[in-house]
């Protein structure tokens, strides 16, 4: 559990080191924004797996599209309320602003990075314990 946490606070470091320093390093704009959808996608995947840790990589990964695909469809959802929130920088980057079936497609790619940084991760984990 440990690993995963120190895996999934450095992915919420990058996260945010890429939408806040990634067009002044001259990133493209496509970058930063599935970039950081990829990285929200891995995100959730280790939060998956840290509440559900005895759960297999394929039952924590469907769980985490599922939640990606959740949010992503609450984007649909307007009220003045829920705008109001989007707006602000923790709206944005929690429940983001506007519905794109791209975003789907970076957080499947960044669950499935989860997925191979999770198993190398473990595999060291369980290497070191030998």
């Known amino acids: 559990m440990i690993v995963r ?3 999934c606070l450095s992915t919420i470091i ?3 080191a890429l939408r806040r ?3 002044g390093m001259g990133l493209p704009a496509f970058v ?3 970039g950081g959808s990829l990285l ?7 939060l998956v797996a ?3 840790a005895g759960w297999s990589r394929r039952t924590v990964a469907l769980i985490a599209l599922a939640v990606a695909v959740g949010v992503e469809l609450f984007r ?3 009220t003045p309320w829920l705008d109001a929130f989007r707006l602000a920088t923790a709206g944005a980057l929690l429940l983001g602003r506007i519905f794109s079936l791209w975003n789907i497609v970076a957080y499947a790619a960044g669950i499935l990075l989860g997925v191979a940084l999770d198993r190398r991760a473990m595999s060291i ?3 070191r314990a030998d």
């Open 125 to 127: 984990k369980v290497r």
């Open 40 to 46: 929200w996608g891995t995100m959730v995947f280790f």
């Open 32 to 34: 930063v924004k599935y």
């Open 14 to 16: 990058a996260g945010l």
């Open 21 to 23: 320093f990634g067009f």
């Open 50 to 52: 840290i509440a559900a």
């Open 76 to 78: 649909l959802v307007h």
């Open 5 to 7: 946490t120190l895996v």
